[in-house]
């Protein structure tokens, strides 16, 4: 992955231990090696998945802006509008840390969409677990989340009423976002919800797996053909 870090005062040109701390979480929960996997209910131990999808950093890009803060609209990935141009998309994982603005936590985009703005968006305040990461949002999972999207997953309650999909069938169906910590079980649409589930929108130290459901969507991207085919993949 090449990590662009967009920096406007010196407090945010995080450090490289802050980059490397994102890093090492994005690897624990998409390997399932997370130390807080055994805060799943045993209502969903059996769904915990595993991708197997490994993340490296090649390049750390560090650019001091003018831009105060960035907003959803894609500046931050174009030197033009004072971010950084993307590197290489077809084989890199590129992801913008900087100041998104609006209380907004980071965005993505998902597979199919135009390369020079592949990638992931994370608020430096939101990004890895040391530095300028900020209770409750300092465990990386922000980065957890995003990539997740880049990688086709949907909300977990698929943006929509009871009979809205994510399209993965062993996530229960929800109405709403969860958001805190949810104690279990919390219900909507008639099951328990998977509040745990790193595609809420609870707190980072209360989001803990993916399901099996969506590690096989997310894996489908990298056969033959797939959207993310390009890839590595052993
Ligand atoms: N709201 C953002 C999104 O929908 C990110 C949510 C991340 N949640 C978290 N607990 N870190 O993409
Ligand atoms: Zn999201
Ligand atoms: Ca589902």
């Known amino acids: 992955m090449i990590v662009h870090v967009l920096y406007n005062t010196s407090s945010q040109n995080i450090s490289d231990s802050q980059i490397v701390s994102q890093i090492l979480v994005l690897n624990e929960d998409f390997n399932a090696t997370n130390g807080d996997l055994n805060l799943v209910p045993s209502e969903f131990t059996d769904n915990i998945g595993n991708t197997e999808i490994e993340f490296s950093l090649s390049q750390i890009i560090r650019k001091q802006t003018s831009r105060t803060s960035f907003g959803t609209n894609d500046d931050i990935k174009f030197n033009s509008q004072g971010g950084s141009d993307v590197i290489s998309p077809q084989t890199y994982l590129n992801i913008w840390v900087g100041n998104i603005g609006g209380g907004i936590l980071g965005y993505a985009q998902f597979p ?16 890895g677990t040391n530095g ?28 929509g009423r009871c009979n809205r999909d994510d399209f993965v069938s062993d996530t229960p169906k929800s109405d709403r976002p969860n958001y805190g910590c949810p104690n279990y079980p919390t219900s909507h649409c008639r099951s328990a919800d998977m509040t745990m589930n790193y595609m809420d929108y609870t707190n980072d ?6 399901s099996i459901g969506q590690k096989d969507r997310m894996r489908a991207l990298f056969v033959e053909g797939g959207a993310r085919d390009s890839f590595y993949a052993p």
């Not at 300092?138 to 999207?149: F, L, Q, S, Y």
């Not at 130290?205 to 993916?210: E, G, K, N, P, T």
């Open 112 to 127: 199919g969409g135009s390369s020079s703005t592949d990638g992931v968006v994370i608020g430096t305040n939101y990004f």
């Open 132 to 159: 300028t990461a900020t209770s409750p949002f300092d465990k990386g999972r922000t980065g957890t989340h995003e990539v997740g999207h880049w990688l086709n997953l949907r909300h977990i309650w698929g943006d």
């Open 205 to 210: 130290a209360c989001m803990q797996m993916f």
